[in-house]
């Protein structure tokens, strides 16, 4: 089966939902065929037609549950925001997590939800869509005056993320302009993912992906787990750490290196090389590109 026939069939299965909705939905699967340009794959990992119109039916037809609260302590003048927001994990088709500057943790539990310390509710966005995509906003700097002596209260802004102990997405993109990010123990398998980190420390383990887009600028970012298919790596200052449950063997690569170093499987690739090309492009394939970075990949089969 081909896309343009794929499409069609799921276009037609979509029928009861409004136009909009039906061609966002569309519009969303087919830049997943213009991503891999792999037809036969894009549909084993989709499924069918109708299965998969039976998913987007469900997530949209059903009301959206979430909560919010914010809690304030009125026996002190030391106020600190509290939000809770908490959704059906059957409800939630992507995520695209956009954090400025906090602590954020990421542990196990039934449902997913989001709790806040110390960011007002006008700074912090979370909302979901008829299509079954979560975004989360969080983009206010904090101001210098945060550190001020001088201030009521000092609080580090926090985030606690639950996620289920297996979560599986369509998409996945998280962007970490400052502060922490660690996610360890959850498993969060993506067919198309995409992490972006500015100045701050991101950390993910057990990350499945089939495509995925990875920028580091100056912060720290270390991925762990079984990243397939096309993997593009941009390292601007910073420092990029990738252990992959595979074989070297199974993996082609190319690279772009400035002033930085790459690291691949234990070969230190020279700078003075500047371009490293690739003789023979493999399914799975690592493209890299350093500044003054520091790349470092390895294979754990």
Known sequence: MTRATYLRKLKKELSGLSDSDINDTITYYASFFEE????EKVINELGSPEELA???????NKNLIASQKEEKDNNS?????????????????????????AEIVVIEGNKISFE???????????????????SVNNQKRINLEFFNH??????????LITLPKALSLDYFNLKIEAGSFTSEKVDITSFKSEFIVGA???????????????????????????????????????NLKMDLAASAEDYSFDAKIGLGDLNFNGEKKSSVAGHIDCNQKKANHISVNVGMGSVNIRFQS
């Open 200 to 238: 701050g420390n991101l950390v993910l383990k057990n990350i499945q992906s089939s495509a995925s887009n990875i920028r580091c600028g100056m912060g720290n970012l270390e991925l762990k787990g079984k990243l397939t298919g096309n993997i593009n790596l941009d390292c601007g200052m910073g």
């Open 150 to 159: 001088n201030r009521k209260y000092r609080v580090v802004p926090r985030i």
């Open 54 to 60: 039976e998913r987007v039916k469900e997530k949209h």
């Open 36 to 39: 891999t340009n792999d037809d």
């Open 77 to 101: 003048d030391d106020c600190v925001n509290a939000l809770y927001y908490e959704f059906e994990p059957n409800r939630i088709q992507s995520m695209q997590l956009h954090f400025s500057a």
């Open 116 to 134: 806040t310390r110390g960011i007002e509710k006008s700074d912090f966005v979370c909302n979901l869509s008829s299509n079954g995509i979560l």
